[in-house]
């Protein structure tokens, strides 16, 4: 395994520590405050519930998390070091002048300021990128680096592995790309606040009601672009180009930040959000940025791309992605499916509701169709199977972040007909089968047709080795019908 080493282990510290961790590497963490265990410890909770529910594939096995007494100790081994102490370049100085006498020559160091450049971060003879992330790290794909060419490209191959967005900033610059835009954002919305024009809520309903849902998926530009209509950003260029020249916003100036302003926004902030705690308000925001990833991986958009990327590098290092022919032993059930279970898979009783398990059992039919030849070229091409008949048997329960597997027996494969059966587990325990039937059709006359020579031979192959095994005991049962 891989050793990520974490510098700073709190709540920055702590998400770069569980993205690590939740994508199979080791991760050592020095942090001399007594509290950095606590914050870690919560900080990869959530990431354990939320993060596996991004993918429709299991995440490797998580790597070995441990605390150590120095920095000298975390940086052994490490390829990855992670700098995320407090923003004090002094501080920052010091930290790499340790680093670099302890760790690995050919180990990336990176430092999560959201401040400082690569030319003050290195004015000592460090050799630093910045690899500066969003909260929550082990959610939020964007990573900004800037730095060393060479450097910032080793370290976006290492990101883009953990499912990462690394955004490579062309030159240096104060506060890098995003924040830049959040300090604009920030100031003309404290003006606002001290003016009495908006409140904090309105502010932000303003934002998660309008613009902010544009942005998650189009960004600035290309939500201008189509504001621009068919002639597109020249005509919206020309249309509200203008506008720019009126005093409309104070982005210049910032507002002094007295005691009655700084009351003001906190208390219209109570008022706000104090219903919630803070825990609750983490544990909201994670549900609802995993739905919002997942909407964009259905879509390939955005976020939703990055993710999908990095679903099909796991899916290469197993046999999930393999296809019939790559099969040496096809004497056994095979496995179709394997992920853990979303947080928006689950319901009111905390478990996996029925209509999942059917998803879960139609992706795995999916998975096997793909895997003796009727994949997504063939079927644009006029065949594919349609599912006749399923019946489902709901044997136990399965949580939120459990791993389920599949495995699919064929019980009859030739000519037109596949009768598969499926058996799903988590760890020893048998928590549902799926039988099915299909039928090969020919998507022009939507009619039965005999599929490719091809698709024949390989589902033939598979169903001849399994006909030696044992028929399941649950294929066959209708509802309600005596054990």
Partial sequence: ?????????GVIGGGWAA?????????????????????????????????????????????????????????????????????????????????IEAMPETAVL?????????SQLNDEGARVIVAHPFNP???????????????????AEILTGIGMYPLKVRKEIDAHIADRFLEAVWREALWLVKDGVATTEEIDESIRMGFGIRWAQMGLFETYRTAGGNAGMRHFMEQFGPALQWPWTKLMDVPEFTD?????IASQSDAQSGHMSISELLDARDKNLVALLRALKYRDFGAGAVLNTQEKQLRSGHMLGAMAGDLEEINAPILTYRRAIPLDWTDYNGHMNEAKYLQAFGDATDRFMEMVGCDADYISKGGSYFTAETHIRHLDEVHAGAIIEVHTQVLQGQGKKMHVYHEMRSEDRILATGEHFLLHVSLETRRPSDPSTAICRALERIASAHASLPYPEGAGRAVGQRP
């Fill in 1 to 9: 395994m891989k050793t990520a080493a974490i510098i700073g282990g």
């Fill in 19 to 99: 993205r690590f961790l939740m994508n199979g590497w080791n991760v050592h963490v020095f942090d001399p405050d007594p509290q950095a265990p606590a914050i870690l410890d919560e900080v990869i909770g959530r990431a354990r519930s939320a993060l596996p529910g991004l993918l429709d594939v299991a995440l490797p096995e998580e790597g070995t998390l441990s605390f150590k007494s120095s920095m000298q100790d975390a940086v052994e081994g490490a390829q990855w070091v992670q700098e995320s102490v407090p923003e004090r370049l002094e501080l920052k100085h010091k930290v790499y002048a340790d680093l």
């Fill in 110 to 118: 990176a430092s999560s300021t959201s401040g400082f450049k690569p």
């Fill in 137 to 155: 790290v082990y959610l939020m794909p964007l990573v900004e680096l800037v730095g060393d060419a060479g450097h910032c490209d080793h370290a």
């Fill in 260 to 264: 009655e302003l700084v009351d003001l």
